[in-house]
């Protein structure tokens, strides 16, 4: 609860410093795009799969170059493993393809309303060679009021939650995730949502099932959420702060340290407690440096549970960027917890193919019933993702 209220006061105390929309004059190494003159348009595509489409710290913001728009996109993404524990060998881990419909505001060429619909193609299992699942993933309708000092978007659907680092940061075709597997046992839920901007400030208010993407919600009761977050301009050169907090509360899915969810989202749990979280996130970028963090507290019934994510990314030379990442989660269920560490590297070929290198050394105590005896997994990914 200390966290949350010092992230609230930093919120509060320092609109002064809030970041524009506006990116620095000075390019940096993550590109940045200036906004187009009022009352024209200018094609951009919109972020990747994120909770909510105002881009994150290093995107662009949308502009369109027709009133109506429609945009495909898309991505495969294939996989090399070689771990202490795992199947070793390649597999083609999944394929995303989304259909955006965008109705700009003639105006300024921000958007006023649309849809999107995303399917997602899996292979059945964790090394499979064969994309043989096709499942849905974010499914939803908006629509943007623009009101006098604000405005807000109503969306209706599925939808990634807007929760933590999971509503600024793609991670499902990554080697890299948060703690929202572990934490939350969802990613894309079904319900509405309230976002807009007031200020310095974006607000997030959402309402779903708690059961995930493509199912039933089995108990009927709901999960709640908010989520507020801003962008500092800091001292140093370029240097871009960007704070969020959200808490949550509901029924969701029970998470054990194999938990793992699909690109789609879809959860495979079958039982469910009531659940609490709050959390505090960060995403730093200066220069060459890109740095995130997170941290998550809150209780599956009285069962005290928290963890943490960090990930920094340097950028090396035009091509090459090194990353390190650290996560760790303590489950309700003593002493069970699921630890990582990595290291890795990223090469950019083209502006839409990355291989990714990362070695990690993962930890995990299951729980007492289990026999509570740890296990230590190393494994090497080596990932090429292609988008298109």
């Not at 994309?131 to 969306?155: C, H, I, K, M």
């Not at 808490?247 to 793992?260: A, E, N, Q």
């Amino acid at each position: 609860m200390k966290v949350a209220l010092v992230l609230v006061s930093a919120l509060l105390a320092l609109p002064a410093l809030a970041q524009t929309q506006t990116p620095p004059e000075r390019p940096s190494f993550f590109a940045v795009y200036p906004p187009p003159p009022r009352g024209t348009f200018q094609p951009t595509r919109p972020p990747d799969s994120t909770a909510s489409r105002d881009p994150d710290l290093i995107g662009p913001k949308p502009f369109y170059r027709t009133p109506e728009t429609w945009l495909f996109g898309g991505a495969l993404d294939w996989r090399y493993r070689n771990g202490s524990n795992d199947t070793r060998g390649g597999y083609i881990a999944s394929g995303r393809f989304t259909l955006d419909y965008i109705k700009a505001n003639p105006k300024d060429g921000d958007e006023r309303g649309g849809m999107r619909l995303q399917l997602v193609s899996e292979s059945e299992g964790p090394r499979g060679t064969a994309l043989n699942r096709l499942r849905t993933s974010e499914v939803y309708a908006f629509y943007r009021f623009l009101l006098p000092g604000v405005d807000a978007t109503v969306r209706a659907g599925q939808f990634v939650l807007p929760f933590g680092l999971a509503a600024v940061y793609d991670t499902p075709l990554q080697p890299i995730q948060t703690l929202y597997e572990k934490s939350l046992g969802l990613r894309v839920d079904t319900g509405a949502m309230l976002e807009g901007n007031y200020g310095p400030y974006r607000y997030y208010i959402a309402a779903t099932t708690g059961s995930g993407p493509n199912r039933s919600d089995f108990d009927g009761n709901k999960v709640i959420m908010a989520r507020l977050e801003s962008r500092f301009r800091t001292q140093a050169e370029d240097g871009r702060l960007q704070l969020g907090g959200s808490i949550m509360t509901g029924r969701g899915p029970v998470t054990t340290f194999d938990t793992r969810l699909p690109a789609s989202g879809t959860s495979a749990a079958r039982n469910f407690v009531d659940k609490t979280r709050m959390a505090a996130d960060a995403v730093y970028h200066l220069n060459k440096l890109l740095a995130r963090g997170e941290v998550v507290f809150g209780a599956d019934d009285q069962n005290p549970v928290w963890g943490y994510f960090g990930e920094g990314n340097l950028a090396v030379s035009r091509h090459i960027t090194v990353v390190g990442v650290m996560r760790s989660w303590k489950f309700g269920d003593k002493p069970q917890s699921a630890t990582a560490l990595g290291l890795g590297a990223n090469y950019k070929f083209a502006k839409d193919i990355t291989l990714r290198a990362l070695y990690e050394y993962e930890r995990d105590v299951p729980s007492r019933a289990a026999g509570g005896k740890a296990t230590v997994e190393k494994r090497f990914t080596l990932q090429t993702r292609v988008n298109f």
